[in-house]
């Protein structure tokens, strides 16, 4: 059975994929409002490293009431995005490496924008984060594939984090 741990790993893998991908496009296409969920591929990758970092960092440490949204504009290209997934992932494998069964199975609870709360297993939270990359992910091949641009490799057996790299 793959675990929720693994599922986070493989998806952070192919974010990577993506922001290599967005990091070789020019600027202004990367940043032009395709009215998409997000409007550009800068924000949709923006909004899939903050949804990780709110439930990670936030929701499953307790600490939801403090987390402030970041603001796209506060983005002023691709690049400060990719240091922010950085620091995003290096808290997010910290909480992994530390994260046993006891921990996977505690209550914590989750509140959405519009104000809806739900009572997850921290597993679950970590399930939630993972189907939202899967969503955005599919949104961002989508938007390269109008751009006739081959989004980059995203099966399991390319990225399976289980294989050495």
């Excluded at 910290?94 to 921990?103: I, M, N, T, V």
């Excluded at 297993?121 to 091949?141: A, D, N, R």
């Amino acid at each position: 059975m793959v675990e929720a741990g693994e599922l986070i790993k493989y998806s952070t893998a192919v974010r990577r994929h993506f922001a290599d991908t967005l990091s070789s496009l020019p600027q202004e296409t990367v940043e032009k409002n395709m009215e998409a969920s997000f409007h550009s591929m800068k924000n949709i990758m923006l909004h899939m490293i903050d949804n990780e970092d709110y439930i990670v960092n936030y929701v499953i440490t307790g600490k939801a009431d403090t987390y402030v949204r970041k603001k796209s504009e506060d983005y002023a290209e691709l690049s400060t995005v990719l240091k922010h997934m950085e620091d995003v992932e290096a808290k997010t494998a910290s909480f992994l490496s530390a994260a046993d069964d006891a921990e996977l199975r505690k209550t914590v609870s989750l509140r959405t924008r519009n104000g809806d709360v739900f009572s997850l297993s921290v597993e679950e939270c970590l399930l939630q984060t993972f189907t939202e990359q899967l969503y955005h992910m599919g949104e961002l091949i989508a938007l390269l594939w109008q751009l006739n641009i081959e989004p980059p490799r995203m099966q399991w057996f390319y990225n399976n984090p289980r294989s050495p790299a």
